[in-house]
């Protein structure tokens, strides 16, 4: 019989019930184990009762439905990452940590668990969610020395 590492036989299964657990320090079910849950239940049905149609087709809606706000948050991370890295090189005006305004230029971008925090003039970090402003950076056209002196 198959078992999922996340998912442990319990020790007394209520009546009707698959007889598995999540294991202790796990707090949600993903795809995979919903897949387990669902392969385990049908392997277990009565044969005289079956899972109804209508039970399985709004199983698998539930799978469908997980698998696409998987796959929504995904695309929503990757995202903010495209928006902060943009950034770079742009003036802004955030509310920093102590809730003061701050601005500067964005000199450089992290990522600390998937967001995005902005570095401002390579000393002050913010969360790109506390951005109130962005501006192109004027552009600071470079005179040679040489151009400099022969006015």
Known sequence: ???????????????GGTGYTLSPGTQELGEDDFLSLLITE????????????????AQVAQLNTLSQTIELNENLVTLQMLEATSLVGKEIEAIG?????????????????????????EELVVDLDYVVRIEEAPVEEDVPDDEAGEE
């Not at 019989?1 to 009546?15: F, G, K, R």
């Not at 971008?109 to 902005?118: A, C, G, K, M």
Request: aromatic content about 8%; proline content about 12%; charged content about 20%.
């Open 97 to 121: 940590p102590n809730g003061d305004h701050v601005e500067g230029t964005v000199t450089g971008v992290w990522f600390i668990d998937s967001e995005p925090w902005l570095v401002i003039d």
């Open 1 to 15: 019989m198959y078992t999922d590492p996340m998912i442990s036989p319990a020790a007394s299964a209520p009546a």
């Open 42 to 57: 049908l392997m277990n049905q009565d044969p005289m009762d079956p899972l109804a149609d209508r039970d399985f087709i």
